[in-house]
C-alpha cells in the first residue's frame, strides 16, 4: 500500500448540495463530495441512497439542478458524458463498455483512433494502425495487463481481462480522473482481485480514482477513504483503517448514526 | 502452428470462397460450357446490379439492421433519372444525380425514422419498400421509359480483353467492392460502423455519435442503390418500374451468404461479392444444366438458410 493522501492533499473534484429530483423524487437532496489527489474514494450507499445519481452528475451523464461542481478548483458544467471526458475525466461501466468482435487495439481506441498523418488521416480519415498497436502494447505494460496479443479480439478474453481492458483505456484517457463504476460485479473471485490489482496501479500512477462498489470487501481493501451516501446526502466519509466493515454498513443502512462513531474512523 | 492459425482468416471469411469454389466445381463437370471467361464475364454481368445494392445492404446489416426496401429504392432510381431525362430533357449527369439524390432521400427517410422515431429498422423498411413501390408505380404509370440517352447507358458498353467482353459497368461494381473493403477496414467512420453493430451502447459511451453512424450508412446506402439504378438502366436499356424485385430479396442473401453476420457488427463487405457470385454461379450454372428457374429459387432459399445457420452457430463457439 503506498501513503494515503492526507487532508492536505488538493481537492481534484468537489461538488457542493447536489439537488437532482426526478418529478416527486428527490434522489440528490443536497449531497457534497470531495475527491483528493491520489486516492481511490470508494462511495457506498443503499439503494436510492443517490450514489448512482452523484456519479452520474460528475460523469456528465446527468445534470444537477441546483448545486456546484469543480474540477481542479475551477467551475465545471458537464452537459453529457463527452464533456466530462474532455475536461479528463473517464468512466468505466460494469459492462457493456467493449466491442466484443473487435480487437483489443481497436477498442482501446475506440472513438479517438489515431489519425494517419497528412491529407490520408486528416480528409480520407484513415487511421494509423500500426502506431494504435505500439501505443496499446505500450499501455497495457505501462499498466501491467498481461495480455500478450493487441490484435485478439476482446471476445476471446475472459470477463476480468475484458475489464481490464475498459480499465485500461480509461486511464489511459483520463487526465484527472476516473470513475468505476461496480467494475468487479460481474466476476468471479481470482478476476475480481485482477482487477482491483489493476486499480491500484492506476492510483499509483498518480491518477485518483472513484469506485462505486456494492462488495465491501473489494472497498475495504484498495479504498483509501469511503464515501458513504444515504438519502441523498453524504453521510459520512470514513477511514477503512479505523473502522469495521460492520459499522460503515451500519451507517450506510442508517443503524448507527455518524456521532456514534469514534472520531478517528472519520476521515478527512 | 498457432502462429499460422492466427495468420488465416477466420472460417466466416474463408466458408464462402470455398462455397463458391465447390459450387463452380460442380457447375463444371455439369457442362462445359460453364468454365469460360466469357461466362464468368456473363455471371458478373449478371450480379452487376444486385452487387451494387449488396453493398449497401452490407453496410445496413454490419449495424445490425436489414434493409428490405433496398430493391424498390433502386427501382425508384432509375425511373426517376429516366424520366428527368426524357421528361424534361435534362442532360444525363443532371438526370442520374437526381436519380442517386432521390434514392439516398430515401436511405435519409429510412434512416431518420431508425434514429430518431427509434423503430425497428426491419418494419421501417418493410414500410418504405411498399412506399417506394407505389410511388415508382404511380410516377411511372406502370409505363417502361424506353427513352434513355446514351449517357445513361454508357456502363452498359463493353470493352475486350482477349476473347472476353467486359462491362464499364462490372469494373464500376468491383472497384466500389475495393473502395468499401478499404474505408471499413481503414477509416476510423468505417470502423464505428462495425462498433455500432458490434455493441451500440460500448460505441456510445465512448463518445461516438451511433445515430450519426446510422444516419450515415442508410444514406450512404442509398447512394449504392441509387448507383446499382444507373447500372440498371444500363443493363436494360431502359427504366424499369417493375425492376429490382427480385433484387430486393437477392441483395440480403448476398449479404448473408457472404458470411456477414445478421446479428451485426461482424463481416467484410467482399464476401458479399463472393456471396453474390455464389447466387450468379447458381443462377448461370442451373440454366445451362437446363433446370427449371423454380429450383434456382429453391437451390437459393437453401444456401441462406444454411448461411445464417452456419453464422449462428460459429456464434455460439466464440461464446
Known amino acids: 500500500m503506498s501513503t494515503s493522501p492526507n487532508a492536505q492533499s488538493p481537492l481534484v473534484i468537489q461538488a457542493k448540495g447536489l439537488v437532482k429530483r426526478y418529478g416527486q423524487v428527490t434522489a440528490l437532496d ?167 490489482e489493476l486499480i491500484r496501479r492506476v492510483r499509483d500512477k498518480g491518477l485518483p480514482v472513484i469506485l462505486i462498489s456494492h462488495n ?38 442508517g443503524a448507527k448514526s455518524v456521532d456514534d462513531l469514534p472520531a478517528q474512523a472519520l476521515a478527512h | 502452428m498457432n502462429s499460422l492459425k492466427a495468420k488465416l482468416p477466420p472460417m466466416g471469411t ?87 439524390g432521390a434514392t439516398a432521400l430515401f436511405g435519409l427517410v429510412n434512416g431518420l425514422l431508425v434514429t430518431k422515431a427509434k423503430l425497428p429498422p426491419f418494419i421501417v423498411t418493410l414500410g418504405t419498400l411498399n412506399i417506394a413501390f407505389a410511388i415508382t408505380q404511380l410516377y411511372s404509370g406502370s409505363q417502361t421509359v424506353t427513352e434513355v440517352s446514351e449517357g445513361m447507358t454508357w456502363l452498359g458498353n463493353s470493352f475486350r480483353i482477349g476473347e472476353t467482353n467486359i ?38 459511451l465512448t463518445g461516438i455519435s451511433t445515430d450519426k453512424v446510422l444516419l450515415g450508412v442508410y444514406v450512404l446506402a442509398g447512394v449504392f442503390y441509387g448507383i446499382a439504378s444507373l447500372l440498371s438502366v444500363a443493363r436494360i436499356g431502359a427504366g424499369d418500374p417493375n425492376a429490382g424485385q427480385t433484387e430486393n430479396l437477392d441483395a440480403i442473401t448476398a449479404v448473408v451468404l457472404g458470411g456477414t453476420s445478421l446479428f451485426g457488427g461482424r463481416g467484410i463487405v467482399l464476401g458479399t461479392l463472393v456471396g453474390a457470385l455464389i447466387v450468379g454461379v447458381f443462377r448461370n450454372g442451373l440454366t445451362l444444366m437446363g433446370v427449371s428457374s423454380v429450383y434456382q429459387i429453391l437451390v437459393t432459399g437453401v444456401l441462406v438458410i444454411l448461411a445464417v445457420l452456419t453464422d449462428q452457430m460459429s456464434r455460439k463457439g466464440a461464446r
Not at chain 2, 445492404?57 to 433519372?81: F, P
Open chain 1, 30 to 196: 443536497g449531497a457534497d463530495f470531495e475527491l483528493r489527489a491520489g486516492e481511490i474514494l470508494a462511495v457506498i450507499g443503499d439503494n436510492g441512497a443517490g450514489k448512482s445519481s452523484l456519479i452520474k452528475c460528475l460523469a456528465g451523464a446527468t445534470i444537477p439542478d441546483e448545486g456546484e461542481i469543480y474540477l481542479d478548483g475551477q467551475r465545471a458544467h458537464f452537459k453529457s458524458p463527452i464533456d466530462a471526458r474532455r475536461a479528463g475525466i473517464e468512466t468505466v461501466y460494469q459492462d457493456l463498455a467493449v466491442a466484443p468482435a473487435m480487437t483489443i487495439a481497436e477498442n482501446l481506441f475506440l472513438g479517438r483512433e489515431i489519425r494517419r498523418p497528412g491529407f490520408l488521416g486528416s480528409v480520407l480519415q484513415m487511421i494509423d494502425k500500426k502506431r494504435m498497436l505500439e501505443e496499446s502494447i505500450a499501455r497495457m505494460n505501462d499498466l501491467k495487463v498481461g495480455i500478450r496479443s493487441m490484435t485478439q479480439a476482446v471476445e476471446t478474453l475472459s470477463g476480468g481481462q475484458r475489464q481490464c481492458v475498459a480499465v485500461a483505456r480509461a486511464a489511459a484517457f483520463a487526465q484527472h480522473v476516473v470513475i468505476m463504476d461496480e467494475p468487479t460485479a460481474a466476476l468471479g473471485v481470482k478476476e475480481g482481485n485482477m482487477v482491483l
Open chain 1, 216 to 253: 465491501m470487501p473489494h472497498v475495504f481493501e484498495i479504498a483509501d477513504r469511503i464515501h458513504i451516501a444515504r438519502l441523498g446526502k453524504r453521510a459520512a466519509v470514513v477511514d477503512p483503517k479505523h473502522i469495521s466493515m460492520s459499522d460503515t454498513v451500519a451507517v450506510m443502512t
Open chain 2, 14 to 100: 474463408l466458408g464462402p470462397f470455398i462455397a463458391l469454389v465447390v459450387a463452380c466445381g460442380f457447375f463444371a463437370t455439369q457442362s462445359d460450357r460453364f468454365l469460360s471467361l466469357q461466362n464468368f464475364s456473363l455471371i458478373l454481368q449478371q450480379v452487376m446490379v444486385v452487387g451494387t445494392i449488396a453493398i449497401g445492404q452490407t453496410l445496413i446489416i454490419l449495424t445490425a439492421g436489414i434493409d428490405l426496401s433496398c430493391g424498390m429504392i433502386m427501382a425508384l432510381g432509375s425511373i426517376v433519372m429516366t424520366k428527368m431525362g426524357a421528361d424534361f430533357g435534362l442532360s444525363a449527369p443532371v438526370a442520374i444525380t437526381l436519380g442517386i
Open chain 2, 167 to 204: 462491362l464499364y459497368g462490372v469494373v464500376l461494381m468491383l472497384a466500389l467492392y475495393l473502395l468499401t473493403w478499404l474505408f471499413l477496414r481503414e477509416t476510423a467512420p468505417g470502423r464505428h460502423i462495425y462498433a455500432v453493430g458490434n455493441s451500440p451502447e460500448a460505441t456510445r
